[in-house]
């Protein structure tokens, strides 16, 4: 099993910087993704940038290129979001998610994915 305990949100002005933490403990071992997740009132949970435990690999949601920065810490098992040029419509709660293998199907994984418990950003005009 695995617990995530996030932490860094709050309240910030437009064009303002916020840098959300990820902590993960338990069964930490076998971890090939870790990601931040967001999801606003009345709208879908999407992704906002996700890291693999390997390489690195980063992908972002369009909406938040060149403004948010995923980084790791596989040691430690950290995952951060640093989010600089804030804007209204990042407004939502922001979830870490940690995707773990279970077991393999030759070179694929079957995973699980475990969710902390969701930290609020607003963003004020």
């Known amino acids: 099993q695995v617990q995530l305990v996030e932490s860094g949100g709050g309240l910030v002005q437009a064009g303002g910087s916020l840098r959300l933490s990820c902590a993960a403990s338990g069964r930490i071992f076998s971890i090939q993704a870790m990601g931040w997740y967001r999801q606003a009132p009345g709208k879908q949970r999407g992704l906002v940038a996700s890291i693999t435990s390997g390489g690195g690999t980063t992908n972002y949601a369009d909406s938040v290129k060149g403004r948010f920065t995923i980084s790791r810490d596989n040691a430690k098992n950290t995952v951060d979001l640093q989010m600089n040029s804030l804007k209204p419509d990042d407004t939502a709660v922001y979830y870490c998610?940690?995707?773990?293998?279970?077991?393999?199907?030759?070179?694929?994984?079957?995973?699980?994915?475990?969710w902390g418990q969701g930290t609020q950003v607003t963003v004020s005009s």
């Open positions: 998610k940690f995707e773990r293998v279970r077991a393999w199907n030759g070179l694929t994984g079957v995973t699980k994915d475990y």
